[in-house]
T-cell receptor, first 110, second 113 residues
Framework: RKEVEQDPGPFNVPEGATVAFNCTYSNSASQSFFWYRQDCRKEPKLLMSVYSSGNEDGRFTAQLNRASQYISLLIRDSKLSDSATYLCVVNMGGTYKYIFGTGTRLKVLA | DAGVTQSPTHLIKTRGQHVTLRCSPISGHKSVSWYQQVLGQGPQFIFQ???????GRGNFPDRFSARQFPNYSSELNVNALLLGDSALYLC????????????FGSGTRLTVV
């Protein structure tokens, strides 16, 4: 089983739609969780951290479910500019090692 | 403040050669990590350094080595290059605390021919 798994997509959604991505992780000792966004041929950029109680940043909501070992990202009112690959990142418990998922491609259509 | 800077931005090498990639972290950041990203995949962890000590190593062969200098900049060295080493090499820095995410540099795109 992969340490961090994501559905690669692509998710093709119309502008204004709500879309959700899930990411599962295998190490129950994992402590820190993040979502990164990566545009084509660019470096990943931190989108948001994921906190135990869930957190929201504008149109973006991140949730953590420790019991089922997954994190999620919800994007409301999708914009064309949201088209990118969204990478789930999990810290290996007790280390500074961050494991990336393969990413989920999102394409928002006009 | 400058972000994470990497050099060179692009590089073409032939099989069997050696390459050195460089990274300067954000000022004040003591942790530097190296990742390899092959097209269509997520970044794969290579090394993590904190306060000049290796704190973690991914599943990469011994041809890959790295070090961190007293000013917290870092080098990634790859010997005996193979075609499969062609990738985007990303350097990331963080203050060092587990709760902080990484900030990535724009990467070095290495092509081995």
């Amino acid at each position: 089983r992969k340490e961090v798994e994501q559905d690669p997509g692509p998710f093709n959604v119309p502008e204004g739609a709500t879309v959700a991505f899930n990411c599962t992780y295998s190490n129950s000792a994992s402590q820190s969780f993040f979502w990164y966004r990566q545009d084509c041929r660019k470096e990943p950029k931190l989108l948001m951290s994921v906190y135990s109680s869930g957190n929201e940043d504008g149109r973006f909501t991140a949730q953590l479910n420790r019991a089922s070992q997954y994190i999620s990202l919800l994007i409301r009112d999708s914009k064309l500019s949201d088209s990118a690959t969204y990478l789930c990142v999990v810290n290996m418990g007790g280390t500074y090692k961050y494991i990336f998922g393969t990413g989920t491609r999102l394409k928002v259509l006009a | 403040d400058a972000g994470v800077t990497q050099s060179p931005t692009h590089l073409i090498k032939t099989r069997g050669q050696h390459v050195t990639l460089r990274c300067s972290p954000i000022s004040g950041h003591k942790s530097v990590s190296w990742y390899q990203q092959v097209l269509g995949q997520g970044p794969q962890f290579i090394f993590q350094y904190y306060e000049k000590e290796e704190r973690g190593r991914g599943n990469f062969p011994d041809r890959f080595s790295a070090r961190q200098f007293p000013n917290y900049s870092s080098e990634l060295n790859v010997n005996a290059l193979l075609l499969g080493d062609s990738a985007l090499y990303l350097c990331a820095s963080s203050p060092g605390e587990l709760l902080y995410g990484y900030t990535f540099g724009s990467g070095t795109r290495l092509t081995v021919v």
